[in-house]
């Protein structure tokens, strides 16, 4: 089996931990014990790219296991764990992924293509936008996909409203069980990790700027808070603003919040987020950071032209000094911190983004017949599903309706 990784003797270490993943992944392997005899995946090609960590692999063992044959890459160059890399050649996964560049990063994406698949499963819509562009000819192969992430979601929607888009995908990352879970508690979480392990910054008593308070930026803001930071919001959407100055957060334009931050993440999904009109304003010392999907929200190229010069300080931490004698700190060169710098979402939280992916291949593979070349959210089936499976792996119980109180709640009839 061809595969390319940075050192096939990681394998070991990597294993320990896909290892450590399964035990914290209960919903997925519950599905797998289900569909494992069914083989409902059987013969597909699967070409993956998602970014290569203990809870990918685990995703990966299950559609093994369901009967698919997966082609993998990373889906950010920075991003994969090289150790579980080399797990999932030795165990014949068909793997082009270790912490490269960006034009390594692509060079895997192609390979993958090239494997001509049934199904693909994208994070960010790279695979989905090189397969319609430099590989047409591979798409009469293909029944559907998947998306994991929101920036994903939104270049295949504009894809789909241009007529670009040529078979379905289902919008995993818009799953309740995965928008209100992964891109809140796992970004949350992950990304002060990241901070912490490229700088080991206290972070009680700073102000801690968040660009975007959407799923992501809630959990980090929260998770900010919770460890004793002032946290300020920058916003382009007036309720998602004013939903942070309701949670007694300062709301501010980054004109203004560059003045003040100590540390900086941007997790908006947009671009040119922190550019440099804002570099002379930062304060000695400030941390920047991103954990939205692509490295284009703090412009890392007008930073590199700017400062005076360069120094990197340790692993993922890079000191700036400024024209005006300030040292400012980039984290992961700009990419996701949480995936680049630290060990990307904990398990427990890819458990239901995971669960959602493989039940919604397993969608794909019964109605893609019906199905057009559209982005398809989660049915809302599969989300109370899955919410129930994980509830239940947590010991945790819920009531249920009584036929009076279903009957109450479907009628109008009733007052006081
Ligand atoms: N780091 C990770 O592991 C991880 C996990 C999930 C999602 N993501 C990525 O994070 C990004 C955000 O995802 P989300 O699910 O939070 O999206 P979201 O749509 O829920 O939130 C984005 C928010 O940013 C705001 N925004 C947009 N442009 C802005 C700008 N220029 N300035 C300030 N605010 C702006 C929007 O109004 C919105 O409230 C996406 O790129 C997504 O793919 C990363």
Known sequence: MAYKVKDISLKDAGKKKIEWAENHMPVLMALKAQYEKEQPLKGLRIAGAIHVTKETAVLIRTLKALGAVAAWAGCNPLSTQDDVAAALADDGVEIYAW???????????????????????????????????????????????TEETTTGVHRLKAMAKDGKLKYPIIAVNNAETKWD?????????????GILRSTSVLIAGKNFVIAGYGHCGKGVAMRAKGMGAHVIVTEVDPIQGLRAKMEGFDVMKMDDAVKLGDIFVTATGCRDVIV????EHLKEGSILSNTGHFNVEVDVKA??????????????????TLPNG???????????????AAEGHPSEVMDLSFSNQVLALLQIVKFHKNMKPEVYEIPAEQDQRIAKLKLE???ANIDILTEEQKKYLGSYAEGT
């Open 303 to 320: 930073l590199e032209k700017y400062a005076k010069s360069r120094q990197e300080i340790r692993d993922n931490c890079v000191k700036y």
């Open 393 to 395: 792996s947590m010991d």
């Open 326 to 340: 300030r040292n400012v700190y980039l984290l992961a060169e700009g990419r996701l911190v949480n995936l680049s």
């Open 276 to 279: 440099k009109k804002h570099f």
């Open 181 to 193: 879970f992964d891109n809140i508690y796992g970004t949350g979480q992950g990304t002060i990790d």
């Open 99 to 145: 912490r490269n560049n960006h034009e390594e990063y692509y060079w895997c994406i192609d390979q993958i293509i090239a494997t001509k698949p049934n199904l693909t499963m994208d994070d960010g819509g790279d695979v989905v936008f090189r397969l319609h562009t430099d590989f047409p000819d591979m798409l009469s192969d293909v029944i559907g996909g």
